[in-house]
């Protein structure tokens, strides 16, 4: 079966003003961003990708632009079933008012227990987004062969999700995972088991570097802005 390569978009407006974007239209990619999509072509220029799927969302569409510029040849589709979450009312809210929401506490400790008002739950997210990937795993392998290699860009809990899917870790589990903007995981499916051959590679380290904030306990609802 084919491998996935999982991109999450390039650093966003609103990772840098710490809002929950999720839906909101009009969220691109801010300069930083820009500068890790530019960087993405060349990243993965040893890979024959025989399709390109993405998330609606602008900040998705504008980190795929230079690659998409750099491999015009390559099918491109849009799926909304790996767009973000539907955060409902907490969507374009900031992180830091959202942090006393006694929600909040469930979707750290609990998040398959955790609906959005006004949106969906992560459980829904995490199976529309699964989905999603088994059938286009099946449509890759149907279509370019079973060492075919595709690839996905959205969003960071969608990322998350899909790699606690693959590797049969709990949606309670998943807030241990962290997907930095622009990082690259990759999955190559058999016909048994997936395996997960890359976590969150961006090829830079400075984000483990100490801070002077020390930094939350919490998982970041939607992924954190990574490195400065």
């Not at 739950?121 to 088994?134: D, N």
Request: some cysteine; glycine content about 10%.
């Amino acid at each position: 079966m084919p491998t996935l390569i999982l991109v999450r978009h390039g650093r966003s407006t609103a990772n840098t003003a710490g809002l929950l974007a999720g839906w909101t239209p009009g969220v691109g990619l801010d300069e930083r961003g820009a500068e890790q999509a530019a960087a993405l072509p060349g990243r993965l220029a040893a890979l024959p990708l025989a399709e390109i799927v993405t998330s609606p969302l602008q900040r998705c569409q504008e980190t795929l632009a230079p690659l998409l510029a750099a491999r015009p040849g390559v099918p491109v589709h849009t799926d909304e079933r790996i767009g973000e979450c539907h955060y409902g009312d907490w969507s374009g809210r900031k992180l830091a008012e959202l942090a006393d929401e006694p929600l909040m506490e469930v979707v750290q400790q609990h998040p398959s227990a955790a609906a959005f008002p006004g949106g969906e739950s992560l459980r829904a997210m995490q199976t529309r987004a699964a989905e999603a990937v088994r059938e286009w795993n099946a449509r890759v392998e149907r279509d370019h062969g079973a060492d075919a290699v595709y690839l996905m860009c959205s969003h960071g809990d969608i990322v998350k999700s899909l790699v606690a899917d693959a590797i049969g870790l709990h949606l309670d589990l998943f807030q241990r995972i962290s997907v930095e903007p622009c990082s690259v995981t990759a999955i190559r499916f058999t016909r048994l088991r997936p395996y997960l051959v890359r976590l969150g590679d961006t090829g830079d380290f400075g984000s483990l570097a100490p801070r002077e904030a020390p930094a939350s306990d919490d998982a970041q609802v939607g992924g954190d802005a990574g490195a400065p």
